[in-house]
């Protein structure tokens, strides 16, 4: 279930009330769709309105609603948004983590943030736009601290103008006959570029735009004729979208990139969007199982969850975009592109054992590539198929006497509901990897990996006592407050249930209660920590009721998720921006700055405090074991196949032009699926498994779970390799602890 937990220790008076979760844009948390396992999209969500649309695409409403054009007279700001911004002032002022200031320049980057978050890509506004509104924000402070909005209105019935235009202009393109000869290039990714000083040269844009779409389609051997058709559908629903914006849209597009200038994960729901917010938290769990995002004019795929319908496709991967969605195994294909997110997330959602069909942009393809078409039933994401579970490694070359148990944890989950009625057995992450532990025992285990690939987080209750299971007694976080305050989080139970060698293998997407876990098994020397640096997301968010702010008042003002505090480790310095840095690192390609954390803007910096009292282990030779590891990868199948993927997905990530002639489309494509595929295809055979052809018509789901299992098992088995490594060369179960330290 989705669900806050009580932070302990914040009910004093004058403090507003807390539930969070130690999740980075995920399971348990209320981050937006794209967190961690996410980051803020390099190109900004288009509204930036739904913050919380996509946790899980959960059940509220079968289909999208038949909106009613909203008058452009209706677009101006009403008494209760005047209100509710004077109170997120105030709330911003007393209880944000960073110290909060309303000045000239935090208003002109405000400015700057709304005007980027409507026109991520720079194809509507006008240099001239922009230049006006901004060259007034000296004002917008003295305004926005007395509740006066005009501003962020005034722009936005802009932006309907220009947005009616451009498509306008698109439309007229449709009927011309594009030269896809003609050796010429698009740059589709205009964040950075400068805002064009022209209807002219907006044209040009939008030439290129409209061409670049057509050959996309083109590329995967549609009719023009349905192309022309298919196009027209799409242009004509951005404009159809944006009609469809109420006051209250406008409104909270503003204040979320007026939040976002103080700090990427704090933000704003208005009265609609809490509304639907407590809808999803209510019902069961329906649909695909994945946490989806808009970057650009593209839903994407920030992760999938375990046990749902995408991740056990095997077809499905974080990054990939969502560009078509049909209902039934025979319905029409929606194009789903310029789509708001909601809308997208309503049209897949839906009841239990119904089929819903996605047409997938793979995020290998990069942009433009050809896509495919996935067919899913959707199902019920119960608690039970993200449960922890293991397995045995016990073929191991550099150590053939030894056996190596595995226990992937892919959340920290716990049944609140259970507990609070009551349950002696409710359902959590500890509860689960003790049995598991006695059960790998019992099978004669010399050595333990902990697997937290992928794991956004969840519970900070089960993050503190999963790493008591390994660990005598002592502190696990430490947790500072916006007043400077520090709680410490200990072992809730003395004793170790695991005292032999241990490692932990993270990745990029490891988040928050993952950094936890992992940075204090390594403060402490208790195991390693094998992979790629984590994702880190260090920051603690409450979710507040604005009405309780304004008593008696008869309309409701929406709700604002805060950033409130930080988790540091027992060593002192915080999982924040940095994350865990991994004790032998797995080379998985090109490391870039849009990954993590790192990558959102205004992110709260890395920081330090005083360490914790705790007893550390006697330290291991890394050095060695790192150096053993580097020989075996640099000769491994299945790490060259990683390596491979890891530099294709760099350089795609990194292109901003793309070409306009379809022979070199076509085959910079073909280069890239054949990399991809001999790769992989070569590390396959190694193992003996037949390799599966993913766009078959009639793929063979239990070979590609077959095949699937084995390319995830590759970074886990080499870990078993390193902890086999340390086992064969020191007694590690029996290291003794050094003393106390301050």
Not at 55 to 66: D, F, N, Q, R
Not at 90 to 96: A, D, G, S
Not at 221 to 226: A, I, K, L, T
Not at 348 to 373: C, D, F, H, N, Q
Request: glycine content about 8%.
């Amino acid at each position: 279930m989705l669900r806050f937990f009580s932070f302990p220790g914040r009910s004093a008076a004058g403090y507003p009330p807390v539930h969070h979760n130690a999740g980075a844009g995920g399971t348990r948390d209320t981050s937006t769709a794209g967190g961690p396992g996410s980051r803020w999209p390099r190109h900004r969500r288009l509204g930036v309105l739904l913050v919380l649309a996509a946790v899980w695409l959960c059940v509220s409403c079968a289909a999208v609603a038949e909106f009613t054009p909203v008058g452009m007279s209706e677009l101006f700001p009403s008494e209760r948004q005047a209100k509710t911004t004077l109170v997120i002032n105030k709330v911003l002022e007393r209880f944000h983590y960073r110290n909060f200031h309303l000045d000239d320049d935090f208003a002109r980057n405000t400015l700057l943030n709304y005007f980027e978050d409507l026109d991520p890509n720079r194809s509507f506004f006008l240099d001239r736009d922009v230049e006006r509104f901004t060259r007034g924000a000296d004002r917008l402070d003295d305004d926005l601290s007395q509740g006066r909005l005009d501003v962020a209105f005034d722009i936005f019935r802009v932006y309907r103008m220009r947005v009616d235009s451009r498509i306008e202009y698109a439309l007229s393109l449709l009927s011309q006959k594009f030269d896809f000869d003609r050796p010429e290039t698009y740059l589709f990714d205009r964040e950075h570029a400068d805002w064009a000083k022209s209807d002219a040269e907006l044209d040009a844009i939008w030439r290129k735009r409209v061409k670049y779409d057509f050959l996309t389609l083109k590329l995967a051997d549609d009719p023009d004729d349905q192309i022309r058709d298919q196009l027209r559908k799409r242009y004509e629903g951005i404009s159809r979208r944006i009609h469809q914006f109420t006051a209250d849209d406008v409104y909270e597009a503003f204040v979320n990139a007026y939040t976002r200038t103080l700090e990427p994960h704090t933000s704003y729901m208005s009265p609609s969007t809490s509304e639907n917010f407590d809808i999803s938290m209510r019902l069961k769990l329906e649909g695909i199982g994945a946490v989806l995002s808009a970057e650009n004019e593209y839903t994407v795929i920030q992760r999938t969850i375990a046990g749902g319908p995408a991740r056990q496709s095997g077809q499905i991967g974080s990054g990939d975009r969502i560009v078509g969605v049909a209902q039934g195994h025979d319905g029409e294909v929606e194009d789903v592109i310029g789509w708001r997110l909601q809308d997208v997330v309503d049209k897949i959602r839906g009841p239990k054992g119904s089929v819903v069909r996605l047409e997938i942009l793979p995020k290998s393809a990069g942009s433009g590539g050809r896509t495919r078409e996935v067919e899913l039933v959707r199902n019920e994401i119960k608690l039970e198929d993200q449960a922890a579970h293991s397995y045995v490694i016990d073929d191991l070359k550099n150590a053939p006497s030894l056996r190596i148990g595995v226990i992937v944890v892919p959340a920290f989950y716990r049944d609140f509901r259970a507990e609070s009625e009551g349950s002696r057995n409710f359902t959590s992450t500890t509860r689960d990897v003790r049995r598991l532990i006695k059960e790998l025992q019992v099978k004669g285990i010399s050595g333990l990996v902990i697997d937290l690939r992928g794991n956004g987080g969840g519970s900070l209750a089960e993050a503190t006592s999963l790493t008591g299971l390994f660990i005598d007694q002592g502190p696990v976080v430490q947790v500072k407050d916006a007043l400077g305050k520090v709680d410490v989080e200990t072992d809730p139970d003395p004793g170790v249930v695991y005292s032999g060698p241990l490692a932990v293998l993270v990745d990029r997407n490891s988040a928050s209660a993952s950094e936890i876990f992992a940075g204090a098994i390594q403060d402490y020397g208790r195991g390693l920590i094998i992979g790629e640096p984590t994702f880190g997301k260090g920051t603690v968010q409450t979710l507040i009721d604005l009405d309780r702010y304004v008593p008696g008042n008869a309309e409701e003002l929406g709700r604002l998720r805060l950033t409130m505090a930080e988790f540091f480790r027992v060593s002192g310095g915080s999982t924040q921006l940095k994350g865990v840095e991994p004790d032998i690192r797995f080379d998985l390609g090109p490391e870039t700055d849009d990954q993590g954390e790192r990558s959102l803007k205004n992110a709260l910096p890395w920081d330090r405090i005083r360490p914790a009292r705790y007893a550390k282990y006697k330290p291991v030779d890394v050095d060695w074991l790192r150096q053993r590891s580097a020989e075996r990868t640099r000769q491994d199948d299945g790490f060259r196949m990683l390596s491979s993927r890891g530099q294709l997905l760099s350089e795609i990530n990194g292109e901003k032009e793309v070409s306009l002639q379809e022979s070199q489309r076509r085959r910079e494509s073909e280069h890239r699926d054949q990399v991809l595929k001999q790769e992989r295809d070569r590390f396959l055979l190694a193992r003996g498994i037949k390799p599966v052809d993913e766009d078959a018509d009639n793929v063979d789901e239990d070979a590609l779970e077959r095949q699937q299992d084995a390319i995830d098992r590759i970074q886990s088995e080499e870990a078993a390799r390193i902890l086999a490594d340390e086992i064969v060369a020191s007694n590690a179960s029996e290291r003794p602890r050094a003393a106390m330290r301050d």
